[in-house]
């Protein structure tokens, strides 16, 4: 075993050698002419110290032999028109509302995780959603090389101890999750190889994102290990209409029979949802892949509850659940988690 493990360190080592991608994120990298123009963006030149415990979202060893590493979900707003584009790391809108996605996304993983989720400066969605693709990606690739590579530094150095681990994120930290794993995790190949999965949910991953980063797989099942699960959950009303978080060649698993044709599982398989108070309740919701779209479809759930608010449904499409991509197959996602990591373990 330890000599497989050696030899794909090797193998992915010297492919990041040839491509070029083995360069570790870091302050050092070079600023993009995006960041140079959003209102906000020299609070970078600042490094956060993830040594002061009080610049984490939790730091939860409970004992488990599996880690979890969590990205939240822009949970910043601006106070105003004027204010930066980019949050403080005290803001305390963020961190309020952080610790609620905490509760009801990244608690899926407890009874089999430790949790580690550190606060990050994150970029207003208004602004970053209405940005070309490119400025998009550029704003969003120096983002993730910055406070989030500096706590995934200190995780590794200081609570980690060689245990294998989960990334887990949503819509902005599933974004940026994108940029860890081909970035961060390329040039850091002896952590890769002890990552059971990245669930990097609400936003999509592309065909044209696997190919240009082929040490990288997507899941094909509901347990294979060291892959990407992905996907986004729309109603039958949003079907040809724009969504931010979808791109076109988007790909997605089902995560009730965690399939990737179209065959439809029902609500009656689902194992537990939360409600729209976040309470856990009998799964309600069903689920369906958009081969053509890239996104799970939910035909069960009602719009008139679960659909994202109106004032959001010109970025996200009228009958969006982006904010329910976690709490619809809640229980689902933990069970899932449980396979990988026994998979892992054997």
């Keep these: 075993m330890k000599k497989r493990i050696a030899l794909f360190t090797a193998v992915l080592l010297l492919f990041c050698l040839l491509t070029g991608c083995a360069e570790k994120p870091s302050a050092e990298t070079s600023v993009p002419d995006i960041v140079k123009k959003t209102n906000g963006g020299e609070k970078w030149q600042t490094k956060i110290d993830?040594?002061?415990?009080?610049?984490?979202?939790?730091?939860?060893?409970?004992?488990?032999?599996?880690?979890?590493?969590?990205?939240?979900?822009?949970a910043f707003n601006k106070a105003d028109e004027s204010a930066p584009d980019v949050a403080d790391i005290d803001d305390a809108v963020m961190r309020e509302t952080a610790h609620y996605y905490l509760q009801t996304q990244a608690t899926t993983f407890e009874e089999d995780c430790n949790i580690y989720a550190p606060f990050y400066r994150q970029i207003s969605a208004p602004y970053s959603l209405t940005l070309s693709a490119q400025e998009n990606d550029d704003l969003m690739r120096y983002s993730a090389s910055q406070d989030p590579s500096y706590a995934l530094d200190y995780y590794f150095e200081h609570y980690n101890n060689g245990k294998?681990?989960?990334?887990?994120?949503?819509?902005?930290?599933?974004?940026?999750?994108?940029?860890?794993l081909s970035d961060y995790m390329a040039a850091h190949p002896e952590y890769y190889e002890n990552m059971i999965a990245a669930y990097v949910i609400g936003y999509s991953v592309t065909e044209s994102y696997l190919e240009a980063n082929p040490q990288l797989k997507f899941a094909a099942g509901a347990d294979d290990t060291g892959v990407i699960i992905s996907y986004n959950t729309e109603g039958p009303a949003n079907k040809d209409m724009?969504?931010?978080?979808?791109?076109?060649?988007?790909?997605?698993?089902?995560?009730?029979?965690?399939?990737?044709?179209?065959?439809?599982?029902?609500?009656?398989?689902n194992a537990g949802s939360l409600d729209a108070a976040g309470a856990l309740v009998n799964g309600f919701a069903d689920a369906q892949i958009d081969l053509e779209r890239g996104v799970v479809v939910c035909r069960s759930a009602d719009p008139a509850v679960y659909a994202i608010p109106?004032?959001?449904?010109?970025?996200?499409?009228?009958?969006?659940?982006?904010?329910?991509?976690y709490g619809f197959y809640y229980i689902n996602l933990r069970?899932?988690?449980?396979?990988?990591?026994a998979a892992f373990q054997k």
């Design 310 to 325: 109106a004032d959001a449904a010109e970025l996200f499409g009228p009958e969006s659940y982006h904010g329910h991509d």
């Design 164 to 180: 294998p681990f989960i990334l887990a994120g949503h819509s902005q930290g599933s974004q940026i999750l994108t940029m860890i």
């Design 50 to 74: 993830y040594a002061n415990g009080d610049n984490w979202l939790a730091i939860n060893d409970s004992g488990k032999a599996v880690d979890v590493i969590y990205f939240y979900p822009t």
């Design 335 to 341: 069970e899932n988690a449980r396979v990988r990591i």
């Design 242 to 269: 724009h969504n931010a978080v979808v791109t076109t060649g988007a790909i997605s698993i089902n995560p009730i029979n965690w399939k990737r044709d179209d065959t439809y599982a029902a609500a009656s398989e």
